[in-house]
């Protein structure tokens, strides 16, 4: 047990994350543009229309997608936030960091390709019901966070108190997923979830998840890229920084 | 009791109670942050009759009247309760009878719920054209083959 642990925290240092980071990006890199290639293809030509919706539904290959990793990203981010506040373990914080834009940026592909499905399919870009605005809410915690960290000047103060903040806005999170099936939503309920299954075609589902699985390498390889460059530069006065090939030339 | 120990606690405590805190807020707002009063809601007057209000529900088989002019008369409901509605616009493409509908105005003292705006509702089901056909035509064998019994 005690064993084990240690090689946990061997690769909480730094030093020994940045190589393995580096060697990981090229893979995770690899596997998103094929898969998001394999995707994109099956959602314009393999996937069939839609009976009721027709053609326009085929925007749920990434509007999910894109939502799915919005709520899981910032899960991540908290745990990661957590693991720092209680270990004081370095990487931790940067991790949540690195993870922080990458959550942003798929929390507003999330909203921006609902409004472009909601305005056809609706007749409405935006209502203010309890899943579209819970999703809103998930936008600027991420932003808060990236101001706060920002707005700090002494990093261990920033991280702490970004912390803090990541880990109070996870309840936000249930709320998001929840929100259709508590309340009266405009928003419909989960095509997809773990108790109930799929209520969708299977070539569609196939296809939904191939998008899943490139966003989840896309967001590893950029956060895991993002973290490599906030070690380089929180730990540019450790020799073994200056020892670094890529540093000396 | 090591330190990493104690903060973990706080951690937990924390979130526990932050936790108990949001669901005692969701708990109190309840039925403040439903979008929408059912048909059901309407007829047992939770619905505001003083200002404007969502109503949501299926629109109900043959049910919908176009007039000589745009105004569109249709009930919406909820199997068990039903609401005129009038609206005078343009209806989104996804409006049809049996499909789930928003639509935000006024109840009128005549019992009618006059729309300013209509929204399209739909589910959460996704198939081709095929199976939903195929889908259609299982039901309706077993619903007659309920009634030949």
């Known amino acids: 047990m005690s064993s084990r642990l240690i090689n946990w925290f061997k690769f909480s240092s730094p030093a020994t994350f940045y190589p393995l980071a580096g060697k990981l990006i090229p893979w995770f890199t690899g596997i998103a543009v094929v898969l998001i290639a394999i995707g994109l293809y099956m959602s314009f030509f393999v996937a069939p229309t839609d009976y009721k919706q027709g053609e326009g539904y085929r925007i749920i290959f990434v509007h999910v997608p894109t939502a799915w990793m919005s709520m899981f990203i910032y899960l991540v981010m908290a745990l990661w936030s957590g693991l720092g506040l209680v270990f004081n373990t370095r990487i931790s914080a940067m991790m949540a960091n690195a993870l922080a834009p990458t959550g942003a940026m798929f929390t507003f592909l999330a909203l921006w390709t609902g409004a472009f499905w909601g305005k056809p399919m609706w007749g409405a870009w935006?209502?203010?019901?309890?899943?579209?605005?819970?999703?809103?809410?998930?936008?600027?915690?991420?932003?808060?966070?990236?101001?706060?960290?920002?707005?700090?000047?002494?990093?261990?103060?920033?991280?702490?108190?970004?912390a803090i903040l990541a880990l109070v806005g996870v309840v936000n999170i249930p709320i998001i997923y929840y929100s259709v099936t508590w309340w009266n939503t405009l928003h419909q309920g989960a095509s997809v979830s773990v108790s109930k299954g799929s209520s969708m075609g299977e070539t569609m589902l196939v296809t939904m998840l191939i998008m899943v699985l490139g966003f989840?390498?896309?967001?590893?390889?950029?956060?895991?890229?993002?973290?490599?460059?906030?070690?380089?530069?929180?730990?540019?006065?450790?020799?073994?920084?200056?020892?670094?090939?890529?540093?000396?030339? | 009791m090591k330190a990493r120990h104690k903060r973990l606690g706080f951690l937990v405590v924390g979130l526990v109670g932050l936790g108990l805190a949001s669901w005692l807020v969701l708990n109190a707002l309840d039925s403040n942050l439903s979008y929408f009063f059912s048909p059901t809601e309407v007829s047992q007057n939770k619905a505001p009759d003083d200002h404007v209000f969502r109503l949501g529900g299926l629109v109900e088989n043959g049910s919908v009247e176009r007039g000589q002019e745009l105004t569109v008369r249709f009930v919406v409901t909820d199997n068990a309760n039903r609401v005129?509605?009038?609206?005078?616009?343009?209806?989104?493409?996804?409006?049809?009878?049996?499909?789930?509908v928003i639509a935000q105005g006024r109840l009128g003292s005549d019992g009618v719920f006059v729309a300013e705006e209509v929204l399209a509702k739909h589910d959460e089901n996704y198939m081709p054209p095929e199976v939903a056909d195929a889908l259609g035509k299982a039901h309706a064998e077993g619903v007659a083959g309920m009634n030949r019994q």
């Open chain 1, 126 to 162: 935006w209502v203010w019901d309890a899943r579209l605005t819970s999703e809103l809410i998930l936008l600027f915690l991420y932003i808060g966070f990236m101001a706060l960290q920002g707005a700090i000047e002494d990093t261990r103060r920033a991280d702490r108190a970004g």
């Open chain 1, 216 to 249: 989840w390498s896309y967001a590893i390889a950029v956060s895991l890229a993002r973290v490599r460059s906030l070690i380089l530069e929180r730990e540019r006065d450790s020799t073994w920084v200056s020892e670094l090939s890529e540093v000396r030339r």
């Open chain 2, 84 to 100: 005129k509605v009038a609206y005078t616009g343009i209806l989104p493409d996804l409006f049809q009878e049996g499909q789930g």
